[in-house]
């Protein structure tokens, strides 16, 4: 059963709310949910994400790299504690996030994102990634109060909605891709189907 669920997309797609209902679902049906968020859900990561979200401007490496530690201490301290006594992880955002924003995105390369996050995640990755689809524009125009990466602009946000759409391609047995521009009511029961929970 798919029991790690990354939710992902652009900034805007709509991630956190999609997350928050699945979880009310997975709760009536008598599941244990862990939510889950990256950067953060850690003490570490809270304050990389202060850094990352929030704070001065850091190369394009050193950002890939903080990602993946934040990363690591979730896999852990959280996830693979949830996961071995069989609850649902559900998690806004993941490492798909990294190869997008900073593989795609950033160009620093996919596969060398790739390669700096095995160590630290241990053969720890989603069994099924949402990736929530919105284009550049919607996502800009979603955000209350961009932070520093979702406020990079549309044409970054392009160069990373390809690279989801890329991962997408090349892992269709992980990957459920929804429209997010469609009514939320129907996006969560793409989502909920996609789980396979039943019931």
């Not at 992902?8 to 709760?27: H, M, P, Q, R, Y």
């Amino acid at each position: 059963m798919n029991r790690y669920v990354a939710l992902e997309g652009i900034d805007g797609a709509g991630k956190t709310s999609v997350s928050a209902a699945l979880a009310l679902l997975l709760e009536a049906a008598g599941h244990e949910v862990v939510r889950v968020r990256e950067p953060g859900g850690t003490a570490v990561g809270e304050g990389l994400r202060q850094i990352l979200l929030d704070g001065p401007p850091v190369t394009p490496w050193a950002e890939a790299l903080m990602f993946a530690a934040a990363r690591a201490q979730l896999v852990t301290e959280v996830i693979r504690p949830a996961l071995g006594r069989g609850a649902w992880v559900l998690s806004d955002r993941s490492v798909y996030s990294s190869l997008a924003y900073q593989g795609a995105g950033r160009g620093l390369g996919m596969d060398r994102v790739r390669r700096i996050n095995q160590p630290g995640l241990r053969g720890v990755w989603p069994d099924l990634v949402v990736l929530l689809t919105v284009s550049p524009q919607e996502g800009l125009a979603r955000q209350a109060r961009p932070d520093r990466i979702g406020a990079q602009g549309a044409p970054f946000l392009g160069a990373v909605a390809e690279g989801f759409s890329r991962l997408a391609t090349e892992e269709p047995g992980r990957f459920v891709v929804i429209d997010a521009g469609r009514p939320v009511e129907q996006v969560v029961a793409r989502a909920w189907d996609a789980l396979g929970v039943g019931g």
